[in-house]
């Protein structure tokens, strides 16, 4: 089958735009499964300032046999991890090529399950094919509006993970915001103390699946018999 030569290039110049720019994450398992996703999340400033986020992610995850000689996560070099704790204890690690690295502790085996916890801030860059990732804006009028597109490989833009759909893990995400912000997450809101929100799922979901809204919506509700 002959195609018509316009059609040709314009795929080609498609897949150019489209192509992944910057480190893919790996596609390997990296000897550990991760279970679970506890996110932390201040919107510590928003435009017309430069914005910023204040993160601390607590990672469940089970090793695998073999285990790996380290542990490695995906996240963007513009946020700087400050500290890293394995199961509550300070750990040295190396962060850099949008890598966190870090040495599993004497007595860790294939098999356990563990909990790392990182904390990050910074200001997330734009991301992934679309140039979007976790994105800090300021509407007309001036007011903020918070939000993301992840697919398929920016969520390390803006939390540490193993950013691969084919780990999937349950999420619990609280986030702080200004008082004037509805903030929606993926999942189920699970309650709401002032500018603090907190979503959980129900279910495990891939990484480029966990969403973030913040924005001054209106609401309303009606009730029908």
């Known amino acids: ?4 030569l316009g059609l040709v290039i314009c795929s080609l110049l498609v897949s150019t735009a489209l192509a992944w720019p910057g480190r893919v994450p790996s596609t390997d398992q990296r000897g550990y499964d991760v279970l679970h996703y506890d996110l932390d999340l201040e919107l510590a400033a928003l435009p017309p300032a430069t914005p910023r986020i204040e993160g601390r992610a607590a990672i469940t995850l ?17 946020l700087v991890v400050s500290d890293l704790q394995w199961q509550g204890v300070p750990t040295p690690f190396t962060q850099g090529g949008d890598s966190l690295r870090v040495a599993w502790p004497p007595g860790i085996s294939a098999g356990d399950t563990v909990t790392v916890t990182v904390a990050y801030a910074g200001s997330p860059p734009r ?13 007309q ?28 893990a349950t ?13 929606v997450a993926t999942g189920r809101l699970l309650d709401r103390d002032g500018g603090t929100w907190r979503y959980a799922t129900e279910y495990p979901v891939a990484t480029y699946l966990v969403g973030l809204v913040a924005s001054p919506f209106e609401s309303w509700h009606e009730d029908c018999d």
């Open 62 to 78: 089970r090793l695998l046999d073999p285990r790996p000689a380290e542990l490695r996560l995906d996240l963007v070099d513009d």
């Open 127 to 139: 991301h992934g094919t679309l140039w979007a990732g976790f994105l800090m804006r300021e509407r």
């Open 1 to 4: 089958m002959r195609l018509p």
């Open 171 to 183: 999420v619990t995400t609280t986030v702080t915001a200004p008082d004037s912000l509805t903030v």
């Open 141 to 168: 009028g001036g007011e903020p509006s918070v939000g993301n597109v992840n697919q398929p490989y920016s969520s390390h833009s803006w939390f540490p993970c193993k950013d691969h759909p084919a780990d999937k």
